[in-house]
């Protein structure tokens, strides 16, 4: 009689120290945490297409570190905590300080810029709470925070490259903006892809 293979725990960490465990999909959630502080340091230099550029790179990763952990069973907290915190710099944060290169000194970016940033902390911290109470939805509740940055970026590109025809003004650029962390914040379905 053969025995039930038994179902396989281990996370294959890649580093285990001071009580928790990363593994490689961890390392890729962690690239995008870096792109992201590095299109937050490009962005306050100046070099916005750069910043851009990198916040693009971490929706990549973004992508990557779900698909692979998921299809591989080594997601855990300490990764989904990672994630998050990585999503708020790099499509929370970022976006607002690419905003904030355009238009230094304007009140309305700043305070925009800051509400967009809370409304990609809440946003995140609404979706880790219906993961961890374990309502799997078929759909997200609110502008996933990385199509929130991908619609303030693309407004933004025509500043970063230099195109004055498709130019908004930043009081057009703040009206978008607001609109996206509206979104995220909204109770509306958004597919998941």
Request: net charge positive.
């Amino acid at each position: 009689m053969k025995k039930a293979k038994k179902a396989r725990t281990e996370t294959f960490p890649i580093i285990r120290a001071l009580g928790f465990e990363v593994t490689f999909p961890d390392l890729i959630t962690a690239l995008n945490l870096v792109a992201g502080v590095a299109a937050v340091f490009s962005a306050i230099k100046g070099e916005t297409l750069i910043a851009i550029i990198l916040v693009v790179a971490g929706m990549i990763f973004d992508y990557f570190d779900g698909k692979i952990a998921r299809a591989y069973k080594l997601a855990h907290d300490f990764g989904r905590e990672l994630d998050s915190l990585a999503d708020l710099v790099t499509f929370g944060i970022a976006p607002g300080v690419i905003l904030l290169s355009f238009f230094p000194g304007d009140d309305l970016i700043l305070a925009v810029s800051a509400l967009y940033g809370l409304a990609a902390a809440f946003r995140l911290a609404r979706f880790n709470l219906i993961k961890e109470a374990g309502k799997a939805e078929k759909n997200y509740v609110g502008l996933p925070v990385p199509a929130a940055a991908f619609l303030v970026l693309l407004v933004s590109l025509p500043h970063a490259i230099d195109l004055p025809s498709l130019m908004l003004p930043g009081w057009g650029l703040a009206i978008v903006t607001l609109f996206a962390g509206i979104l995220m914040l909204s109770l509306l379905k958004f597919p998941k892809l």
